[in-house]
């Protein structure tokens, strides 16, 4: 009687499998970026939604006067009709939580994502 | 071929399925952990909300909360009562209302002036971030400085009633309000934990359920939207920060900020871009941030030490100093 189940291919196989799993663990860490989706919100209703990774290349959205540009690296506001432009000086959101918001237009533009390392909230 | 390896052999292509699933899934449900998230719009900032045990119905009613103190302490809401107040000089007003600047005024003793909701009428005049900033003649600014001060403001049984000249303005206090609304809404319900910013002052509620402390960043003053120049590991309580890189004009050179020195009438120089304060209260949180900055580090401490704040200073040089209850809770970013 063969006591022993598993033999050395048994053992590689199994091996394999788990060898797979962490490449796999690996590559969603290292490629798979935060999830960042841009989100739009127009007078506190959510105006647009947009997965930066299913974007090839740069949109342009205008919401209640304010110009926001959607690229794969994040969003920004380019231009938009309010006095102060503290939307514009914002500047490029790339990381899970940033906002720029328009007061005056009642326009909030902010990045939405699955980073483990964002904070729970940034005071500004 | 073995009874055993046959089964395993089978059952490989399961396993493998089974374990790049699981795989997947240990990557993904610890960064989607049961939470609702959405952001609303109030207090002429945005709302934003992140409860853990709750959902649409709780983050519903806390919109809702907060909207409601926005109509009630606007000046820019006609039917709002401090807006009733500023054209008419009086007028009758809810309970809470009477309550809130009774807590407004106290806070305005207790800062020396620092904090003051009666600067109304000299923030128009600068009307920093409107479409008529400027920089007003001196006379114009002595003018309107003689329509300020808390202490003028009447808190009868069923009205309030200002002075002729005076102006409300709720702006350096309303969004650590409306964290203390959103606290009132949440008080009792299922929700656990959440965390509510309503613009630059933040509601931290119970406990982060990843269990290490909720991390707060704070906004690099000479950086982008998200570049952090510093982060808090914090519990429960209220954070709020006041600078003066946001809101700002330029003429002539010289950087115009719009946080007022109600002693000046001018905007607040102390050598500081931002301060950042942990407070017992939203009101408190937001109300000493600006205190602060208009105070400077040195006179700030003892008005903290009266509130048991904690805050984080940020010069204009870069310097980032802490008070003593703060100092290992930050980290600074490289």
């Excluded at chain 1, 919401?63 to 506001?77: D, F, I, Y």
């Excluded at chain 2, 040195?298 to 703060?326: C, M, N, Q, R, Y």
Aim: aromatic share 6%; charged share 20%; glycine share 10%.
């Amino acid at each position: 009687m063969n006591r022993t189940c598993f033999q050395k291919r048994d053992w590689l196989l199994l091996g394999g499998i788990l060898l797979t799993a962490l490449l796999l663990t690996a590559a969603l860490r290292l490629f798979g970026g935060d999830g960042r989706v841009v989100e739009i919100y127009a007078d506190g209703q959510l105006a647009e939604q947009i997965d930066c990774r299913s974007l090839t290349d740069s949109r342009q959205i205008e919401v209640n006067g304010v110009q926001v540009e959607v690229s794969p690296a994040g969003a920004r506001v380019l231009s938009s009709v309010c006095p102060d432009q503290v939307c514009v000086a914002a500047g490029l959101l790339q990381h899970s939580g940033d906002m720029a918001v328009c007061a005056p237009q009642r326009v909030v533009v902010k990045l939405t994502g699955t980073a483990e390392d964002a904070p729970d909230a940034v005071v500004y | 071929m073995p009874k055993n390896r046959a089964f395993l052999y089978k059952l490989a292509p399961a396993l493998a399925v089974f374990l790049l699933a699981a795989v997947v899934l240990w990557d993904l449900l610890p960064r989607q952990a049961a939470r609702y998230t959405t952001t609303s719009f109030a207090m002429g900032s945005a709302l934003n909300l992140t409860l853990y045990g709750g959902g649409e119905e709780e983050a519903n009613a806390i919109i809702a909360d907060v909207q409601a103190l926005e109509e009630a302490i606007s000046p820019n809401i006609a039917a709002s009562y401090t807006a009733q107040i500023n054209q008419n000089g009086a007028a009758e007003t809810s309970e809470d209302y009477r309550k809130w600047v009774e807590n407004a005024v106290d806070i305005s003793r207790r800062t020396g002036g620092a904090f003051d909701i009666t600067l109304g009428a000299l923030s128009a005049l600068w009307d920093i971030g409107g479409e008529n900033q400027r920089v007003p003649a001196p006379k114009e600014i002595e003018a309107a400085l003689q329509h300020t001060g808390s202490e003028y403001i009447e808190i009868q049984e069923n009205q309030i009633a200002i002075p002729a000249g005076m102006r409300l303005d709720f702006g350096a206090i309303g969004k650590g309000m409306a964290c203390d609304a959103a606290y009132a809404a949440l008080t009792g319900t299922d929700v656990k934990s959440a965390v509510i910013a309503s613009g630059g002052s933040v509601l931290l509620y119970g406990e982060n359920p990843d269990g290490e402390g909720w991390t707060v960043g704070i906004q690099h003053p000479g950086k982008e939207t998200g570049e952090l120049i510093a982060t808090l590991s914090l519990d429960a309580g209220f954070v709020s920060t006041s600078g003066n890189y946001q809101k700002y004009f330029i003429r002539d050179g010289r950087r115009y900020c719009h946080i007022l020195d109600p002693a000046t009438g001018y905007p607040a120089e102390n050598g500081l871009t931002g301060v950042t304060v942990v407070a017992r209260t939203g009101a408190e949180s937001d109300a000493l941030a600006t205190a602060c900055f208009v105070l400077g580090y040195e006179k700030s401490l003892s008005v903290l030490a009266d509130f048991h704040a904690e805050a984080v200073f940020i010069t204009e040089d870069g310097e980032i100093i802490p008070t003593e209850g703060l100092r290992d809770k930050l980290t600074i970013q490289e």
